[in-house]
């Protein structure tokens, strides 16, 4: 770990400030920022530390929204009981996640913008363009079983790791922001990247920029929801395959479905093609069979990762089974 300074803040606007500085980065809880800085992986010669700041509260609008800050942490967010209500599905990603230690420290800013676990990304031995543009990407020709099979380019197969993120695509939240430039507000779905030939820009944050939080929409239908994690082990492992999903279910017919996979993309990957195959349709198995053959029409395995088209396939189909029921 290289030598850096330690600021700590209790004023939004001066954080910003500070951090529109090369080399500068925000800190909160740190379980992934911390790693990466003991590898030599990320090297700031400043931190900020940003836990003094008001956005640890989860709050309910007057119409329904639910506002939760960036420093909320994930424990605190998964066992909120209008999260446990309202969206099982964010409830059920977060507690998939990580150990619970691991989950009392991560905040929401923070599990928004943590980095892939490829482990070429993770070896300085090895070359990355995403630590290092234009050096290769020796995932395309080395073991790739854990790699991304949507969302991929010539450049990086890197997964995206967050659980919690795949129920946000999900839900589609608007992100707060707050930098140099002022505030803003984002779409969720526009603030990750693929990684196209840059996958070394892996968001669309702005130099010196800070999350402040994001509102869930008041979905009506957001009780009816479900996250399922497929993967190795059953405790403290990334996923090979993820699905969350919500349904609005009228008379046995679908009116409206979200739907969002995890562990197969390069971003967390929101399925529009899957959803409009169930809009209309009625509920049950063929429905949720012809959404996942749609989810994955555009798959593209590499050598060692062909089985999670069928098991992304399985894993939404469970998982829409289990929020929607069989006809």
Known sequence: MQPFNFIRTTDTAAAV??????GVKYIAGG????????LDIEQPTTLIDINRLK??????????????G???TNSDLAWHPEIQKRFPVLSEALLSGASPQLRNMATTGGNMLQRTRCYYFYDPAFSCNKRVPGSGCP???????????????????????????VALAALDPHVSLEGPGGRRTIPFHQLHRIPGATPHIENTLQKGEMILGIQLPALSFGARSHYLKIRDRASYEFALASAAVALDIS????????????????????????EAVLAGAPAGEDSYRKAAEAALQSAKPQQHNAFKIELAKRTLVRALTTAGGIA
């Open 55 to 68: 956005l640890k509260s989860v709050e309910v609008n007057p119409d329904g929204s639910i506002r939760i």
């Open 31 to 38: 379980t992934n920022l911390v790693d990466l800085m003991k």
């Open 139 to 165: 995932a395309l020709t080395g073991y790739n079983r854990n790699h991304a099979i949507l969302g991929a380019s010539d450049h990086c197969i890197a997964t995206h790791p967050s659980d919690m993120c």
């Open 251 to 274: 008379g046995g017919t679908i009116r409206q479905a979200r739907i969002a996979l995890g562990g197969v993309g390069t971003k967390p990957w929101r399925s529009p093609e899957a």
């Open 17 to 22: 400030k500070q951090a529109g500085v090369k």
């Open 70 to 72: 960036a420093l909320v």
